[in-house]
T-cell receptor, first 112, second 114 residues
Framework: NAGVTQTPKFRILKIGQSMTLQCTQD?????MYWYRQDPGMGLKLIYY???????DKGEVPNGYNVSRSTTEDFPLRLELAAPSQTSVYFC???????????FGPGTRLTVT | AQSVTQLGSHVSVSEGALVLLRCNYS??????LFWYVQYPNQGLQLLLK??????LVKGINGFEAEFKKSETSFHLTKPSAHMSDAAEYFC????????????FGGGTRLMVKP
């Protein structure tokens, strides 16, 4: 039972490149989330999903896209990387509105 | 809209001393409140949560927090700090109307001196 896994752990992108951050969970949770954490700051929600086929924007969605074709996977897509997207990205899952969120180990992304 | 304010971005205590990390929230609905801990280069781990049951909530590693509606506070305490408690602590409020999304405070880095 791996919980929430994220790949890659680290990535360096050049400005304008694109990439997909992967998130997979084996907890059979319907709710999934993507957050970013900037240095010295709390986490900010990018996108979330309450089930397969359903996604919605969070606080800071610009420059990102998501999809949710299965319960297990919730990839985050960066289309045109910008230095402002340098951050640590965390994926999380939850069993529902009364339940806590479980976080993955994070992906550290640098855009130069 | 919901918001969370953590007073003190850095707190330093001596080993064995009381730990008090402050959290105040703003919410238009009855809040669900959480404290998470983050160790260096790791993800967040749940310490404890308040979901409208008992106002004094006990968590892991000897931490507890008290929900005070009149003060809109949810401060985290531990009677005696241990070196292993050194980490970043985040208070968060969830919005069950919006997919249970969490709004985080800015975090408090706890340092424990020998």
């Amino acid at each position: 039972n791996a919980g929430v896994t994220q790949t890659p752990k680290f990535r360096i992108l050049k400005i304008g490149q694109s990439m997909t951050l992967q998130c997979t969970q084996d907890m059979n949770h319907n709710y999934m989330y993507w957050y970013r954490q900037d240095p010295g700051m709390g986490l900010k929600l990018i996108y979330y999903s309450v089930g397969a086929g359903i996604t919605d924007k969070g606080e800071v969605p610009n420059g990102y896209n998501v999809s949710r074709s299965t319960t297990e996977d919730f990839p985050l897509r960066l289309e045109l990387a910008a230095p402002s997207q340098t951050s640590v990205y965390f994926c999380a899952t939850s069993g529902g509105s009364l339940y806590e969120q479980y976080f993955g180990p994070g992906t550290r992304l640098t855009v130069t | 809209a919901q918001s969370v304010t953590q007073l003190g971005s850095h707190v330093s205590v001596s080993e064995g001393a009381l730990v008090l990390l402050r959290c105040n929230y703003s919410s238009s609905v009855p809040p669900y409140l959480f404290w998470y801990v983050q160790y260096p280069n790791q993800g967040l781990q749940l310490l404890l949560k308040y979901t409208s049951a008992a106002t004094l909530v006990k968590g892991i590693n000897g931490f507890e927090a008290e929900f005070k509606k009149s003060e809109t506070s949810f401060h985290l305490t531990k009677p005696s700090a241990h070196m292993s408690d050194a980490a970043e602590y985040f208070c968060a409020v969830s919005d069950p109307r919006a997919g249970n999304m969490l709004t985080f405070g800015g975090g408090t880095r706890l340092m424990v001196k020998p």
